[in-house]
T-cell receptor, first 109, second 113 residues
Framework: GQNIDQPTEMTATEGAIVQINCTYQ??????LFWYQQHAGEAPTFLSY????GLEEKGRFSSFLSRSKGYSYLLLKELQMKDSASYLC??????????FGAGTRLAVHP | DVKVTQSSRYLVKRTGEKVFLECVQD?????MFWYRQDPGLGLRLIYF???????EKGDIPEGYSVSREKKERFSLILESASTNQTSMYLC????????????FGSGTQLSVL
C-alpha cells in the first residue's frame, strides 16, 4: 500500500530550528519532494531528494534515508513567514506523486 | 519563472450545472495536472495530460472530464456539478522528465450549492 506519516501540527519560536519528520511507504520509489503551502495559496517547491543524505538550500535542508523510508525537513532561523503547511511528497514513479495532508507549522514570536 | 494561471479564484455554482475550470501555463510544459484539495486530506489527482489531446485518469476521475486541445491549456469539466465536488481545485504543470517539480496555479475554490 501507500502511506505517508507526518505530524499534523507543530509549533516553534521565531529564530529557532524545527525538524519535520516524514515516514512513507510506496509501491516503487523514485525520489521525494518537499513543498510549502501557505494558507489559501498553492504549494511551492522546496526540495527534492533522490539519493540518501542531506541536501542543503539556505535555511532549509532535507534528508532522505531510502532504506528506512524516512525523510525530514529542517528549517533554521525560523521566521514568521515560515508559518505554513509542509508537504512530504514521495514519488512512486513517473507522474505518481503521493500527497499527504502535510504538517501545519505555526511560528510564534 | 513559470506561470500557471487559473481562470477563477472563487466560483459558486448550482447542483446540476456544467462547470468549466480553465488552466493556462506559459512555459511550454508537456505535463499538466488537475488536483483537488480538501481540508485534512492531501492533494488528490483527478486527471493528467502528457501531451495535446492525451489524458490519463488519476485517482479520482469520477464525475470529471478534461480537455487539452492546445499545449498550454488544460480544462477540467464537471458535467453535472454535485455538492460533494465543493473543493479547492489546483492545476499544475511540469516538464516531461522523471520527477520534475510541479508548478501550481493559485487554485479555484469551487462551491456547489
Amino acid at each position: 500500500g501507500q502511506n505517508i506519516d507526518q505530524p499534523t501540527e507543530m509549533t516553534a519560536t521565531e529564530g529557532a530550528i524545527v525538524q519535520i519528520n516524514c515516514t512513507y511507504q510506496t509501491s516503487g520509489f523514485n525520489g521525494l519532494f518537499w513543498y510549502q503551502q501557505h494558507a489559501g495559496e498553492a504549494p511551492t517547491f522546496l526540495s527534492y531528494n533522490v539519493l540518501d543524505g542531506l541536501e542543503e538550500k539556505g535555511r532549509f535542508s532535507s534528508f532522505l534515508s531510502r532504506s528506512k523510508g524516512y525523510s525530514y525537513l529542517l528549517l533554521k532561523e525560523l521566521q514568521m513567514k515560515d508559518s505554513a503547511s509542509y508537504l512530504c511528497v514521495p514519488s512512486g514513479g513517473y507522474n505518481k506523486l503521493i500527497f499527504g495532508a502535510g504538517t501545519r507549522l505555526a511560528v510564534h514570536p | 519563472d513559470v506561470k500557471v494561471t487559473q481562470s477563477s479564484r472563487y466560483l459558486v455554482k448550482r447542483t446540476g450545472e456544467k462547470v468549466f475550470l480553465e488552466c493556462v501555463q506559459d512555459m511550454d510544459h508537456e505535463n499538466m495536472f488537475w488536483y483537488r484539495q480538501d481540508p485534512g486530506l492531501g492533494l488528490r489527482l483527478i486527471y493528467f495530460s502528457y501531451d495535446v489531446k492525451m489524458k490519463e485518469k488519476g485517482d479520482i476521475p469520477e464525475g470529471y472530464s478534461v480537455s487539452r486541445e492546445k499545449k498550454e491549456r488544460f480544462s477540467l469539466i464537471l458535467e453535472s456539478a454535485s455538492t460533494n465536488q465543493t473543493s479547492m481545485y489546483l492545476c499544475a504543470s511540469s516538464r516531461a522528465r522523471t520527477n520534475e517539480k510541479l508548478f501550481f496555479g493559485s487554485g479555484t475554490q469551487l462551491s456547489v450549492l
